[in-house]
C-alpha cells in the first residue's frame, strides 16, 4: 500500500464503522481518506427518535470526521 501511495494513488477505507474497518487499520495502512457508512447518516434524519440513553448518532459521526482530521486523513459520508 505505501508503494502505491508512492505512485500518487489515494486509498480509502470505504464504509467505516461497521464491519471489517477497525481502528487498527488507521495505523496499518497509509490511507489518504475514510468514507462514514450511509447506516450512521441515515440515522441523522431520525436522530430525534432515538430511544433514551440510545447515543446521538450525529456524536459518531462528529467523533469519526474529529479523528479523521486530527490524523490528517480526509472524510467523507454516505448519503
Known amino acids: 500500500m505505501s508503494q502505491l501511495r508512492g505512485r500518487n494513488i489515494e ?33 441523522i434524519a431520525v436522530a430525534n427518535l432515538v430511544s433514551e440513553g440510545a447515543i446521538d448518532p450525529t456524536e459518531i459521526i462528529r467523533s469519526i470526521v474529529t479523528l479523521s482530521h486530527n490524523l490528517g486523513i480526509d472524510v467523507a459520508a454516505e448519503g
Not at 462514514?36 to 440515522?43: C, P
Open 11 to 43: 486509498l480509502c477505507i470505504d464504509d467505516f464503522g461497521t464491519g471489517y474497518s477497525s481502528l487498527n487499520y488507521l495505523h496499518r495502512f497509509p490511507m489518504n481518506a475514510l468514507k462514514i457508512d450511509s447506516s450512521f447518516v441515515n440515522r
